[in-house]
């Protein structure tokens, strides 16, 4: 079945560090891939798509980009600040009408 | 703006209560689900529903029942609460069609059973 495995956390980074965080996805046809974000006491929100091969999905600054060469939808920010803690998850849905299938999530925190 | 709104924040209930989770949407979306939030485990998708009065099985329902009787209200109800339903529920909407995979969810309930 569909599958994606993100990098464990926690990342701890400094302020103004470049950040990646690691996502890949087993699935069978073309998913679609998300990532979602969750800041502390709330809900998990969308924070960006690509919905095909090169496809590249941009918001607040992060992005990433749907290889489907190395099945990989890795996110990154170049200048990460406090605000960015939170929890990332990454997510993909297939063209059928199953629901998104999520990473288990990596805990971001930035220090000042 | 979407609003997914959770019944309560946090809860507390004892072995063997009927718990009952509540859940409204204010955008008219068809699909609502319910996961479980745990630590090391990620999101668990414990029930899903495509339409008023439909559900489906998600990865972990046991224990667990859900009612959907109007399209904008989704209950997951707990039948005999156990300590190790003790979690963060969230509850998440999305529409149909091409926007059926973006979820809106809300804030949560954390519940613990004692």
């Known amino acids: 079945g569909n599958s994606v495995t993100q990098m464990e956390g926690p990342v701890t980074l400094s302020e103004e560090a470049f950040l990646t965080i690691n996502c890949t996805y087993t699935?069978?046809?073309?998913?679609?891939l998300f990532w979602y974000v969750q800041y502390p006491g709330e809900g998990l929100q969308l924070l960006l798509k690509?919905?095909?091969?090169?496809d590249k999905g941009s918001n607040k600054g992060f992005e990433a980009t749907y290889r489907k060469e190395t099945t990989s939808f890795h996110l990154e920010k170049g200048s990460v600040q406090v605000s960015d803690s939170a929890v990332y998850f990454c997510?993909?849905?297939?063209?059928?009408?199953?629901?998104?299938?999520f990473g288990k999530g990596t805990r971001l925190s930035v220090i000042a | 703006d979407v609003k997914v709104t959770q019944s309560s924040r946090y809860l507390v209930k004892r072995t063997g209560e009927k718990v009952f989770l509540e859940c409204v949407q204010d955008?008219?979306?068809?699909?609502m689900f319910w996961y479980r939030q745990d630590p090391g485990l990620g999101l668990r998708l414990i029930y899903f529903?495509?339409?008023?009065?439909?559900?489906e099985k998600g990865d972990i329902p046991e224990g667990y029942s859900v009612s959907r009787e109007k399209k904008e209200r989704f209950s997951l109800i707990l039948e005999s609460a156990s300590t190790n339903q003790t979690s963060m529920y969230l509850c998440?909407?999305?529409?149909?069609?091409?926007?059926?995979?973006?979820?809106?969810f809300g804030a949560g309930t954390r519940l613990s059973v004692l």
């Open positions: 699935a069978t046809g073309y998913p679609s």
């Open positions: 529903s495509y339409d008023v009065k439909m559900k």
């Open positions: 955008m008219d979306h068809e699909n």
């Open positions: 998440a909407s999305s529409g149909s069609g091409d926007l059926k995979n973006i979820q809106y």
């Open positions: 997510a993909l849905a297939d063209s059928g009408n199953t629901p998104l299938v």
């Open positions: 690509a919905t095909k091969a090169d």
